[in-house]
């Protein structure tokens, strides 16, 4: 990365638990980010109310808005997640339903990058999927490589001390970030 | 049907806006079941919190418990849904994704339809497949057909009168409740 | 399983291959299966053409016949198959393009179990939900639980002496059999 | 498009009858392409064998190492198929299933849109998620905007004169050959 001004990436959280394993992936993005990015976190999906579009009438809710703002001011959007029932989260999907409906389409034409965390094997990488499909309708543009499954997430990461124990998970998510990245620059 | 008792199905709503289209087919489904077949409406699923696990280990939100009864109690789940973004409302999953955690399972081995109505051509498609794999977790037994996607809901549907204006609508709906009726009477 | 004539179940291939790990499974089925069912290979998808809707104009190819009515004739299908590029590889497809054609929609209302295995962590889910959704059209009774992805099969199978040597794994099966006999005896 | 060479798209097509609507679309795409555009057909799906790896490692089909030097050549691919049994027809996923094994994995990076019809209002859109999907491990660039689902389609192509008989549907195609073309200029 040559590049003269840093690169900037907002995280978008999908788990509301204190002991998440991917609020732990999310709060170690800053860290495994490659020279010349940063990584800040968006608020919480939890502060946003289930999308109605009664509600959406009287005025986008103030976190919808700054997340918005967020997104649209940053050079690429990572999605940290864990898999719900074989698909995203409500919240998190609740938050995309709210951002989708912004009428300056802050996801649109963005470079995204998702990370999936679970206990199993196949480490979420069913809500990966769905959130794909979500994702062609918000137009963003959705890294394909490295894909970031990280299965059997208790051997992988520590949530009592908050760090990525494998070394292996965390040259992973240095290289899906430096792809990111590659696809940010390449679009600028 | 020449069952002794009635059958009863709960209907679960994906909308929250008060002319939803999908609201109008809902309130439809009592009318429209066959003989021998009552369908409720359960609670809105704008009253559950987004799901946290933390908040589930201080006790489930009593609309869960009180909708988790009644799926239980229940010969089959009706789900009633708009697409957003290509999938199920985040309103809608997270309900799902709180119920998927209730110690007795009620939706394990329910038979269960889903309904998708929407302006466009496409009727919903595309949530309900996502649906269905979500319900695979949840282990619900859903119904492949008749297949209920309900396109140009504008001109099929009025939500200011509530009624169902098409008459191949109103006779695909009956369809479809009778076959999860046989679907029913099956398991017994 | 008190029943009095056994079940018979067929099983599809979706592999070509000699040395595949799916051919393990698909020949171990019969070996695995609970007392009282019969598991017996359908011909290779090998020998099916493409599908193309003037060739079945002139009459259906022979092999797809003949395995239409072994499908038919049998109490359930099981279906075995290595994921390609996420899905269900095109031979495998093929031959459901072909049977979904036949007259009596052999896989109409048929209990329907499916194994995946390969060498990754994820184990083929990802062709089995696109199954999944296939089957939905064909009319399919998919068996929901326990689902049967053997992820990392060197080290489950071995294709130099066709044995499962991993003692879950066998247990694995043996119970999703167990299950596809019990839905094919409430279909009864 | 204000590009000094013109860009080169070669377009593949899952469909293998004579009457098929799909082949109209393909037939189409070069007459609608926006200036500075041509698009020309790779060989048919139909000669290509059932994926085999011990067929391969006896050497790729010549039809396969073809298409993918055209496709490798090419400035983008534009896939045109029907949607069978709510997924892609065997015969295409089969294609896809070679070329994804070649050394130089064609596809990869390389812009990609998708067109689907069908005789059904839903347009073959299960087709195109399952593609999506697909193309991921294959790491094309799909292009994300205006999809192509080509519903109804009788009432909008005749396959007896081959042509498109939809004004709009002319317009939707030639605006996704032009935002595909957009795709690829940024890309070089």
Do not use: C
Not at 5 to 30: E, I
Not at 115 to 126: F, V
Request: hydrophobic share 45%.
């Amino acid at each position: 990365m040559s590049q003269a001004k840093p690169l900037k990436f907002v995280s978008l959280l999908g788990s509301l638990r204190t002991g998440s394993f991917n609020a732990v992936v999310a709060r170690n993005l800053d860290l495994l980010a490659p020279e010349g990015v940063d990584v800040s976190a968006l608020s919480s999906v939890r502060d946003i109310p289930h999308y109605d579009a009664d509600l959406q009438a009287q005025g986008f809710p103030e976190t919808v808005v700054e997340m918005g703002k967020a997104i649209a001011a940053a050079d690429g959007l990572v999605i940290v997640t864990p898999e719900y029932n074989y698909s995203v989260p409500g919240a998190m999907k609740n938050a995309l339903d709210w951002l989708s409906r912004l009428p300056d389409t802050p996801v649109a034409g963005k470079p995204v990058a998702i990370l999936t965390a679970s206990p199993g094997a196949i480490g979420g990488a069913r809500a990966q999927y769905h959130l794909r499909q979500i994702l062609v309708f918000l137009d963003g543009r959705v890294l394909n490589k490295p894909e970031v499954m990280i299965g059997q997430a208790p051997s992988r990461l520590d949530p009592e001390t908050g760090s990525i124990t494998d070394a292996d998970t965390r040259s992973l998510i240095t290289a899906q970030l430096s792809a990111l990245a590659e696809m940010a620059g390449r679009q600028g």
